[in-house]
Nanobody, 116 residues
């Protein structure tokens, strides 16, 4: 069973930066997409950024555009979310999601808290 493990979350002041990582325990066959989602207390989970494998199409939600960047290192089975100019509204648990050929996988999340 493939496991995804997120890391890199923590407490940061407004305006600061963090880089989240998502590592897959093994290679995933036929990856269709990879995404970073977040869920703030009392809110629905929302897509923050994603990569579609076919054509390497990147998507970034409007509310983080220009501040967050998604990237990947296929050789390391690792995906990243670089988050700059963080705002208190970015406080949430961040999850990575990978849709493979046979099934989708979720990590358990990493908490990002933006506060002074």
């Amino acid at each position: 069973q493939v496991q995804l493990v997120e890391s890199g979350g923590g407490l940061v002041q407004p305006g600061g930066s963090l880089r989240l990582s998502c590592v897959a325990s093994e290679s995933i066959y036929g990856i269709k997409s990879m995404g970073w989602y977040r869920q703030a207390p009392g809110k629905l989970r929302e897509l923050v950024a994603g990569i579609l494998s076919g054509g390497d199409i990147n998507y970034t939600a409007d509310f983080v555009k220009g501040r967050f960047t998604i990237s990947r290192d296929n050789a390391k089975n690792t995906w990243y979310l670089q988050m700059n100019r963080l705002e208190p509204e970015d406080t949430a648990v961040y999850y990575c999601n990978i849709v493979g050929f046979y099934m989708a996988y979720w990590g358990k999340g990493t908490l990002v808290t933006v506060s002074s």
